[in-house]
């Protein structure tokens, strides 16, 4: 389908109440029926970080070294609060990025980068290995760079079968990787364990902390256990971080740190071949907001250590809340044995996906794990204030799958 651009202009006031008509199609993050993709803590760290963002609207990140050194001195704070958070040693190094996708890729670049150096192949192919529940961008990754990603079956208590792990390590494994949790269970991955196996067989492990990086560190300090996850497990190379996530930061914004400057010095992208000169790069991305970088250092300054601390006592105990109503839900069990805020559940009773999609009907947009079937929530305060809600819609959905005749459900798992 083509639509030509229009023919005159439409003014401003016209074309927001278009788009405002267009997205009561969307579903209901804002009331909490969507299980991924946004997240929230407070009004004000929204307020903040809404501000934070469109004070810095025009600017451009690409230029912080140069035209805006404000930029520049924002990024280098974030990276630097950071660092500490993830216990990095001192000679430690961090950039900020675009998000899980790019501090991913960037890690993967440059670990790949450093192997070929030590091996002194400038043409090895390697491979990556972790669990089956890693993330799907260390394929991307993988396919952009000519890798192999290696994926071991976890055990049946759904966590990461370390033994298995590592028989698929061989002369080629270049990165172990290990995530702080995992997407589908929502579980930190043994990270000490995974050190101990990198640091005997020589290899880079990548933490994968996208997910809970920034809210990990608050959750221990409030006194729940949180297994070891970054750099104070001594074979830790690298950590990918998102700020846009559980960091409750404006997106694009994400962190992603290295054990020493020889490793990352690998991440950095330095070329003098055209007549422009020298470009000098952290990021994939050439131009990108600089409102990411502002949103960033506003919302970690506005909440500090406290304000972390108090999302994180609301948010674990909504989700014990949340827990036990799931597992008061006669038929219902929870996947594994979640650490943070992502839940996935499941029966052995009846179709957990038509459960989802009867919900469905009334709003609640599905998330679905499909190895063993489950619903997925991945939470945050949005989802506190219609807890009991969900339950009861929950609960009244399972009531109509228990009766109906055999049905298939017709929705499939993606992300
Ligand atoms: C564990 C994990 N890693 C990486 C990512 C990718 O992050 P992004 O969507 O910001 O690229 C996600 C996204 O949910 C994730 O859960």
Same mark, same amino acid.
């Given at each position: 389908m083509?639509?030509s651009?229009?023919?005159?202009? /439409?003014?401003?006031e016209?074309?927001l109440?278009e788009?405002?008509?267009?997205?009561?199609g969307?579903?209901?993050w804002?009331?909490?029926k969507? #299980?991924?993709?946004?997240?929230?803590? *407070?009004?004000?760290?929204?307020e903040?970080? =809404?501000?934070a963002?469109?004070?810095?609207?025009? *600017?451009?990140a690409?230029?912080g070294?140069?035209a805006?050194?404000?930029?520049?001195r +924002?990024e280098d704070?974030v990276?630097a609060m950071?660092?500490g958070l993830?216990?990095?040693?001192?000679g430690?190094?961090g950039?900020m990025?675009?998000?899980?996708?790019?501090s991913? %890729?960037l890690?993967?670049?440059a670990?790949?980068?450093?192997?070929? =150096?030590q091996?002194g192949? @400038?043409? &090895?192919?390697?491979?990556?290995v972790?669990? *089956?529940t890693? &993330?799907?961008?260390f394929n $991307?990754g993988a $396919?952009?760079?000519?890798l192999d %990603? /290696?994926?071991?079956?976890?055990?049946?208590?759904?966590?990461?079968?370390?033994?298995a792990?590592?028989a698929?390590?061989?002369d080629?494994?270049i990165m172990?990787?290990g995530?702080?949790?995992?997407?589908?269970y929502?579980?930190?991955?043994?990270?000490?364990? !995974?050190?101990e196996?990198a640091?005997?067989?020589g290899?880079?492990? &990548?933490?994968?902390a996208c997910?809970?990086?920034?809210?990990?560190?608050?959750? /221990?300090?409030i006194g729940?256990p949180?297994?070891?996850f970054d750099?104070?497990?001594p074979?830790v190379s690298? !950590?990918s971080?998102?700020l846009h996530?559980?960091?409750?930061c404006p $997106?694009?914004?994400?962190t992603?740190?290295y054990?020493?400057?020889? =490793?990352?010095q690998?991440h950095?992208?330095d070329?003098d071949v055209?007549?422009?000169?020298?470009?000098v790069?952290?990021?994939?991305v050439?131009?990108?907001p600089?409102?990411? @970088?502002?949103?960033?250092? @506003?919302v970690l300054?506005?909440?500090?250590v406290?304000?972390f601390k108090?999302i994180a006592?609301?948010?674990?105990?909504?989700?014990?809340?949340?827990k036990d109503?799931?597992r008061?839900?006669?038929g219902?069990h929870?996947h594994?044995?979640?650490d !943070?805020?992502?839940v996935a559940?499941?029966?052995?009773e009846f179709?957990i996906?038509?459960?989802a999609? %009867? +919900?469905?009907?009334k709003?609640? !947009?599905p998330?679905?794990?499909?190895?063993? $079937?489950?619903?997925?929530?991945m939470m945050s +305060?949005? &989802?506190?204030?219609?807890?009991?809600q969900?339950l009861?819609? +929950?609960?009244?959905?399972?009531?109509?799958?228990r009766q *109906?005749a #055999?049905t298939?459900?017709?929705? =499939?798992?993606?992300?």
């Amino acid at each position: 389908m083509r639509i030509s651009l229009p023919a005159a202009g /439409r003014p401003t006031e016209d074309l927001l109440a278009e788009m405002r008509a267009m997205k009561s199609g969307d579903a209901d993050w804002q009331g909490g029926k969507v #299980p991924l993709y946004v997240f929230k803590a *407070e009004d004000s760290v929204t307020e903040i970080g =809404k501000a934070a963002f469109f004070e810095y609207f025009s *600017e451009n990140a690409l230029g912080g070294g140069r035209a805006f050194p404000s930029v520049k001195r +924002m990024e280098d704070d974030v990276v630097a609060m950071a660092l500490g958070l993830f216990n990095a040693p001192d000679g430690g190094r961090g950039f900020m990025s675009t998000g899980g996708t790019e501090s991913i %890729v960037l890690a993967v670049q440059a670990c790949r980068d450093w192997s070929r =150096k030590q091996r002194g192949d @400038a043409g &090895h192919r390697g491979n990556i290995v972790a669990s *089956e529940t890693l &993330h799907p961008a260390f394929n $991307k990754g993988a $396919k952009l760079m000519d890798l192999d %990603v /290696r994926r071991a079956p976890v055990g049946p208590d759904l966590r990461m079968d370390l033994a298995a792990v590592e028989a698929l390590i061989d002369d080629n494994t270049i990165m172990l990787v290990g995530s702080a949790p995992n997407f589908p269970y929502g579980m930190i991955d043994p990270i000490a364990a !995974l050190g101990e196996i990198a640091t005997r067989r020589g290899l880079w492990l &990548h933490v994968d902390a996208c997910v809970g990086g920034y809210l990990a560190p608050f959750v /221990r300090m409030i006194g729940r256990p949180i297994p070891d996850f970054d750099f104070v497990v001594p074979g830790v190379s690298s !950590l990918s971080a998102d700020l846009h996530k559980f960091g409750f930061c404006p $997106k694009p914004a994400s962190t992603v740190f290295y054990r020493d400057a020889d =490793k990352a010095q690998h991440h950095i992208f330095d070329a003098d071949v055209w007549p422009n000169g020298r470009f000098v790069t952290t990021t994939i991305v050439g131009t990108r907001p600089a409102g990411g @970088a502002a949103g960033a250092w @506003a919302v970690l300054n506005h909440l500090g250590v406290d304000g972390f601390k108090r999302i994180a006592t609301n948010l674990m105990r909504f989700i014990d809340d949340y827990k036990d109503g799931i597992r008061a839900t006669p038929g219902l069990h929870i996947h594994g044995a979640p650490d !943070l805020s992502i839940v996935a559940y499941g029966s052995d009773e009846f179709d957990i996906f038509r459960v989802a999609e %009867v +919900m469905g009907a009334k709003g609640w !947009l599905p998330g679905l794990v499909q190895r063993p $079937k489950g619903i997925h929530r991945m939470m945050s +305060m949005f &989802h506190a204030p219609v807890l009991d809600q969900y339950l009861d819609d +929950m609960r009244a959905a399972i009531g109509v799958v228990r009766q *109906e005749a #055999p049905t298939k459900a017709k929705i =499939k798992a993606n992300y």
